[in-house]
């Protein structure tokens, strides 16, 4: 199952499906691959975030949900190895459950993300964690997201709440927007990184930390973002 509700609707009303793209386009081979699944309640962003990753798009308007699941392809160097990021955009409506379930044990990364606007998709967050280990593979690597971070005058979850949230599941954590682009890059190159790591350790290789490489990063560029 794909698509959004009203897929057919033009694309300025809200971001609009991924779409599917069975294979890479010409010219772009790459040595590695792994599976990203966005996960999160319905309205979080989880569309705009991977449209802006892609596309460098955002699309704001009427919010039309995800219907089932979807993907799109991203290659992105990492050390001269190229990871092609197979990332499976999740329906968050409750509906949908059933059929993302069947995607979670193929995913070698989760992006987990909550609305910095809505208290109740941070409440629900640690109800996906539930459902994440139950459903996913034990080793997969999870990376909680605060998105929304744009909108400050209608912000209920303080960055700290998130931060203790990750802290207590000892996950990375970071804000993001959709909208700005704010750390969207960071999120998927810090996984892809992780996944370079897992599947080419050399033996000398330090084993790369992905929770320093996030503050690293997000430390270099705190002088533009809003966090
Ligand atoms: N201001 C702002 N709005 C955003 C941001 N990300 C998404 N939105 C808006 O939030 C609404 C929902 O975005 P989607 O990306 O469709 O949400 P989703 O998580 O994919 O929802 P489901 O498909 O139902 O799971 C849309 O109206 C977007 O324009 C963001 O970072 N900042």
């Not at 959004?4 to 069975?22: I, L, Y």
């Not at 280990?133 to 209608?154: P, R, T």
Request: hydrophobic share 40%; proline share 3%.
């Amino acid at each position: 199952m794909s698509g959004r509700t009203g897929s057919a609707a033009p694309a300025q009303n809200g971001c609009p499906a991924a779409v599917r793209e069975r294979s890479p386009p010409l010219g772009q081979s790459y040595d590695l691959a792994g599976k990203v699944m966005l996960l999160g309640d319905s309205g979080v962003g989880k569309t705009c975030f991977l449209l802006q990753f892609k596309d460098g798009a955002f699309l704001s308007g009427t919010f039309i949900a995800t219907v089932g699941i979807d993907f799109r392809n991203k290659v992105v160097a990492v050390d001269g190895v190229k990871v092609k990021l197979q990332i499976w955009d999740t329906a968050g409506q409750e509906r949908f459950r059933s059929v993302t379930h069947a995607y979670y044990r193929d995913a070698q990364a989760l992006l987990l993300f909550y609305d910095i606007t809505s208290k109740m998709s941070f409440d629900n967050i640690r109800a996906w964690l539930t459902e994440i280990h139950e459903y996913a593979q034990k080793d997969v690597v999870i990376m909680l997201l605060g998105n929304k971070a744009d909108v400050s005058s209608e912000r209920v979850i303080r960055m700290e709440d998130g931060q203790s949230l990750a802290r207590e599941y000892g996950v990375p954590f970071m804000e993001t927007s959709a909208k700005t682009g704010m750390n969207v890059e960071l999120a998927f190159l810090a996984i892809a990184k992780e996944l370079k790591q897992r599947a080419v350790q050399l033996p000398d290789e330090p084993r790369f930390q992905i929770h320093d490489y996030i503050e690293s990063q997000k430390r270099k560029s705190s002088c533009c973002s809003f966090m």
